[in-house]
């Protein structure tokens, strides 16, 4: 049987992703991707869009799901500015609810069966020493698995305000390159000058290889803090 239990668990974990990707696929939840139609859809609700985009956000990143196709619809539709206050306030309260769900319904279960793994243990005692400079940290990049971190975040023993503050403030320069990429992908779209786009491309993966340029030493005494 011991030898059997990885394997066991392995199964779970691939029903749950393959149940995952049909889901997306095969279910009203694929519209979650499709920029095109929700930006159509969000231009013809007028003055109550701002409010079911933030609605949408929310719930969309409290069961999971990726929320960087919003972010750059929300440029689309609202502008650079208002695109990206209102993808800010969506994917804060978004990460606010996954965080709360994965306290609530799920932090007993894990650290009953996981309380004891190394790498939990380095994470809780980072995030205890430094909790809020943890958070800013992963908030500022697009290579980090947003969705997931939301919920990694609410099995730690970080407080619901610097989690908060944080993921605010983290957010914004991700949250203003999707903004960007929405406003000016959409008037490349139509015709007008791409050189924004450029631009807002290179901001995006300006933020995905910052950590890289980090000097090692750097890296190397942030994470030891952590051991």
């Known amino acids: 049987m011991r030898i059997k239990q990885p394997y066991k668990r392995l199964s779970w974990v691939a029903l749950g992703v393959g149940t995952l990707v049909l889901v997306c696929l095969y279910s009203p ?3 979650l991707f499709d920029e095109t ?47 990206t206050i ?26 009953r069966h996981f309380g004891q793994h190394p790498w939990l243990r380095r994470l809780n005692q980072a995030i205890a ?22 919920f990694l975040f609410g099995l730690t023993p970080i407080d ?6 944080g993921t605010f403030l983290g957010l914004i320069p ?14 490349a779209l139509h015709g007008g000058d791409r050189w924004s786009l450029y631009l807002a491309l290179g901001f995006l993966t300006l933020l995905s290889v910052l950590p890289i340029l980090v000097p090692k030493k750097e890296r190397q005494r942030v994470e030891g803090r952590g051991q």
């Open 37 to 83: 139609l929700l930006t159509a859809e969000f231009k013809h609700l007028g003055s109550a869009a701002p409010l079911w985009f933030v609605l949408l956000f929310t719930i969309a990143l409290a069961l999971g799901f990726p929320g960087n196709v919003l972010a750059v619809v929300g440029g689309a539709v609202f502008g650079l500015t208002w695109g």
């Open 129 to 150: 020493q430094y909790p809020f400079t943890f958070v800013l940290a992963t908030r500022f990049t697009p290579l980090s698995p947003f969705s997931l971190v939301n």
């Open 86 to 111: 209102w993808s800010l306030l969506g994917s804060t309260l978004g990460a606010i609810a996954a965080f709360w769900l994965a306290r609530h319904l799920l932090h007993g279960w894990v650290t």
């Open 29 to 31: 939840v694929k519209l």
């Open 160 to 165: 619901l305000k610097t989690y908060t503050i």
């Open 174 to 187: 991700l949250t203003l390159a999707y903004s960007w990429l929405g406003v000016s992908g959409l008037t």
